[in-house]
């Protein structure tokens, strides 16, 4: 099971990126993960970072969608919201780019999963 961006930037009222339906998956999702928990299934979780410093490792998006530089480590709205945060053992994948699978080890990491499991 993918967890994408479930972030405080995303889910904190007045937050540059604050979006409404990401309050709302966030909700809906805390008992899922649960039960996806219980039952041993993968959980793979994605966010966000950048390089505060200079930004390099987010390329031409940050250029086009500026109101990402606020996702820099010492940044609260980088941190995983309440009920679904990765616990220990779960795979945590950083992206500097729209898509999960754009420049990460998301792809081989699901690969790599459905050998283990067949």
Do not use: G, Y
């Given at each position: 099971m993918l967890v994408i961006d479930f972030m405080k930037g995303y889910t904190t009222e007045g937050a540059p990126l604050f979006a409404s339906g990401v309050v709302d998956?966030?909700?809906?999702?805390?008992e899922l993960l649960q039960v996806v928990r219980k039952v041993g299934i993968t959980l793979i979780h994605t966010t966000v970072r950048y390089?505060?410093?200079n930004?390099?490792?987010g390329g031409a998006w940050?250029?086009?969608a500026r109101v990402l530089k606020c996702?820099?480590?010492v940044n609260p709205f980088t941190a995983s919201c309440d009920g679904v945060s990765p616990i220990e053992g779960e795979t945590v994948?950083?992206?500097n780019y729209a898509s999960a699978f754009f420049g990460t080890s998301l792809?081989?990491?699901l690969v790599a999963n459905l050998k283990a499991s067949a």
């Open positions: 998956a966030v909700s809906e999702s805390r390089n505060s410093v930004f390099e490792d940050l250029k086009k996702l820099v480590e994948i950083i992206k792809s081989s990491s």
